[in-house]
């Protein structure tokens, strides 16, 4: 512990005295960070240390959006979103929410006024159905080209091989 400040020291002479005595005994030794550029905030960013956060916290930085703006992203990605879905219902229930978050946000009258404009469902599930058969299809090819290839195997092998196998 720190002896206290000698009456007739300034404080600047007591600071410099007690970091002298400090390097003297190696406590500046082998620091973490040691030799390592400081992480200074570019040109005075009144946000450093927002930006800090969240790059430290790994913060999904699109929950920052405003509203409209993440529902203007969401509409641009709606045919990559539907292609996952395999139900004509669920695909109707995922649109019919998305137009009613829309209409929500239209109506909100906070915050930054970007247009966004109700999604075309039955447009959507028109496009969504042409995807589906085509998957469809391709599935049945896949299915009969796997068919057609267990049944030339299985014709190649005897009896026994197919029986044990």
């Given at each position: 512990?720190?002896?206290?400040?000698?009456?007739?020291?300034?404080?600047?002479?007591?600071?410099?005295?007690?970091?002298?005595?400090?390097?003297?005994?190696?406590?500046?030794?082998?620091?973490?960070?040691?030799?390592?550029?400081?992480?200074?905030?570019?040109?005075?960013?009144?946000?450093?240390?927002?930006?800090?956060?969240?790059?430290?916290?790994?913060?999904?930085?699109?929950?920052?959006?405003?509203?409209?703006?993440?529902?203007?992203?969401?509409?641009?990605?709606?045919?990559?979103?539907?292609?996952?879905?395999?139900?004509?219902?669920?695909?109707?229930?995922?649109?019919?929410?998305?137009?009613?978050?829309?209409?929500?946000?239209?109506?909100?009258?906070?915050?930054?006024?970007?247009?966004?404009?109700?999604?075309?469902?039955?447009?959507?599930?028109?496009?969504?159905?042409?995807?589906?058969?085509?998957?469809?299809?391709e599935r049945r090819l896949a299915a009969a080209r796997v068919a057609a290839e267990t049944a030339a195997e299985s014709q190649k092998m005897s009896f026994w091989q197919r029986l044990f196998s």
């Amino acid at each position: 512990m720190t002896s206290r400040k000698p009456p007739s020291m300034s404080m600047q002479e007591w600071i410099d005295h007690q970091l002298r005595e400090a390097e003297k005994a190696g406590e500046f030794d082998n620091l973490a960070g040691a030799g390592k550029p400081l992480k200074l905030a570019d040109k005075h960013d009144p946000d450093w240390w927002v930006k800090d956060f969240i790059r430290r916290e790994n913060i999904d930085t699109e929950a920052l959006l405003p509203v409209p703006v993440l529902l203007r992203k969401e509409k641009a990605q709606v045919r990559e979103k539907v292609a996952k879905m395999r139900r004509e219902s669920e695909v109707r229930e995922y649109l019919e929410d998305l137009n009613k978050r829309i209409v929500l946000a239209i109506r909100d009258t906070t915050g930054p006024v970007i247009p966004v404009g109700k999604l075309d469902a039955e447009a959507a599930l028109e496009q969504w159905r042409a995807d589906h058969e085509q998957w469809l299809e391709e599935r049945r090819l896949a299915a009969a080209r796997v068919a057609a290839e267990t049944a030339a195997e299985s014709q190649k092998m005897s009896f026994w091989q197919r029986l044990f196998s």
